[in-house]
């Protein structure tokens, strides 16, 4: 094995396996392909460009479904109103990139209302935006005017105090951090999004690590101890259904932009995979089994 620049080991066995599925040395794909995980903070044209580096074969952003990926789809309802956001990398600029027109971070109203987190040092890369550019104080965004409609955790939280403290403000006020209202009556409702629900997660450290999942169960802690009501929220990601169900989307639209399944074919043709494997060696062969099986039948 050789190690990437990010110090991450790459697996020549799965680079010739994925290689398998593609011809023109790895510039064309001739079978749909997705790449699922529950990782994030970047866009999927970033993480197909970095797939298509680990892997030697040309991954296209279509093929790629990230654990915030189905985030796109609360755009529709959310795009116009003021969002927070939270989590590692560049989770702002990928929520503008889905739609989301009125994006906060938890640092933009740590710095416009400072005295909201006692406790806060500001660090490297939590600088405060240039005059005239706080969405706080300039666009009133998390106002009573324009309050924050709905909190989504693209990836996983580095400053827990931080995040907590302002999340649990934005939600305890209607959308107005500073304007606490325990009582579930008494407030609007601000839902909390998650990517991604896992717990641990593994790391180059012997011992697993806290993931997204422990930060959640953080926060509903804290908001139940606060109010004695549960946390209005969802989770996507694994296993969750939203990311299989996008995946299933994609892959019939390259079944369909492949000439291997006619157009206006539909989701019913589309089939959860079912098969569990331990490499990917075995899931490459398990796939092209499947294929060479569907084939020889359509000839019968």
């Given at each position: 094995?050789?190690?990437?620049?990010?110090?991450?080991?790459?697996?020549?066995?799965?680079?010739?396996?994925?290689?398998?599925?593609?011809?023109?040395?790895?510039?064309?794909?001739?079978?749909?392909?997705?790449?699922?995980?529950?990782?994030?903070?970047?866009?999927?044209?970033?993480?197909?460009?970095?797939?298509?580096?680990?892997?030697?074969?040309?991954?296209?952003?279509?093929?790629?479904?990230?654990?915030?990926?189905?985030?796109?789809?609360?755009?529709?309802?959310?795009?116009?109103?003021?969002?927070?956001?939270?989590?590692?990398?560049?989770?702002?600029?990928?929520?503008?990139?889905?739609?989301?027109?009125?994006?906060?971070?938890?640092?933009?109203?740590?710095?416009?209302?400072?005295?909201?987190?006692?406790?806060?040092?500001?660090?490297?890369?939590?600088?405060?935006?240039?005059?005239?550019?706080?969405?706080?104080?300039?666009?009133?965004?998390?106002?009573?005017?324009?309050?924050?409609?709905?909190?989504?955790?693209?990836?996983?939280?580095?400053?827990?105090?931080?995040?907590?403290?302002?999340?649990?403000?934005?939600?305890?006020?209607?959308?107005?951090?500073?304007?606490?209202?325990?009582?579930?009556?008494?407030?609007?409702?601000?839902?909390?999004?998650?990517?991604?629900?896992?717990?641990?997660?593994?790391?180059?450290?012997?011992?697993?690590?806290?993931?997204?999942?422990?930060?959640?169960?953080?926060?509903?802690?804290?908001?139940?101890?606060?109010?004695?009501?549960?946390?209005?929220?969802?989770?996507?990601?694994?296993?969750n259904r939203a990311p299989y169900a996008l995946a299933e989307e994609l892959l019939l639209e390259q079944a369909i932009q492949l000439g291997q399944l006619p157009a206006g074919s539909g989701a019913e043709a589309a089939k959860p995979g079912n098969v569990v494997v331990d490499d990917v060696a075995d899931a490459v062969e398990a796939a092209l089994h499947r294929t060479r099986s569907s084939e020889w039948h359509s000839l019968r």
């Amino acid at each position: 094995m050789d190690y990437l620049s990010n110090g991450m080991c790459r697996d020549p066995e799965a680079d010739y396996e994925v290689s398998r599925l593609y011809t023109d040395g790895g510039a064309t794909q001739k079978y749909p392909i997705c790449f699922l995980t529950n990782g994030g903070g970047v866009t999927e044209a970033q993480k197909a460009q970095q797939l298509s580096n680990w892997l030697g074969v040309n991954v296209r952003e279509n093929q790629v479904v990230l654990s915030h990926t189905p985030f796109r789809s609360l755009a529709k309802s959310l795009g116009s109103k003021p969002v927070l956001v939270a989590g590692v990398g560049s989770v702002a600029e990928v929520a503008r990139e889905y739609g989301f027109k009125h994006v906060l971070t938890t640092t933009d109203i740590a710095h416009a209302l400072h005295k909201a987190v006692p406790f806060w040092k500001n660090s490297p890369g939590h600088e405060a935006p240039a005059p005239g550019e706080c969405p706080v104080r300039n666009l009133a965004l998390g106002s009573a005017k324009r309050p924050i409609a709905a909190i989504l955790v693209f990836k996983d939280p580095a400053d827990w105090y931080l995040d907590l403290q302002i999340m649990t403000d934005v939600i305890l006020g209607g959308g107005v951090p500073g304007r606490w209202k325990p009582r579930v009556a008494d407030r609007a409702s601000v839902p909390v999004y998650f990517s991604n629900p896992d717990l641990l997660w593994a790391t180059d450290f012997p011992a697993p690590r806290f993931g997204q999942g422990a930060f959640a169960a953080a926060l509903r802690t804290l908001y139940r101890q606060t109010t004695g009501a549960a946390l209005e929220h969802q989770y996507y990601g694994k296993p969750n259904r939203a990311p299989y169900a996008l995946a299933e989307e994609l892959l019939l639209e390259q079944a369909i932009q492949l000439g291997q399944l006619p157009a206006g074919s539909g989701a019913e043709a589309a089939k959860p995979g079912n098969v569990v494997v331990d490499d990917v060696a075995d899931a490459v062969e398990a796939a092209l089994h499947r294929t060479r099986s569907s084939e020889w039948h359509s000839l019968r």
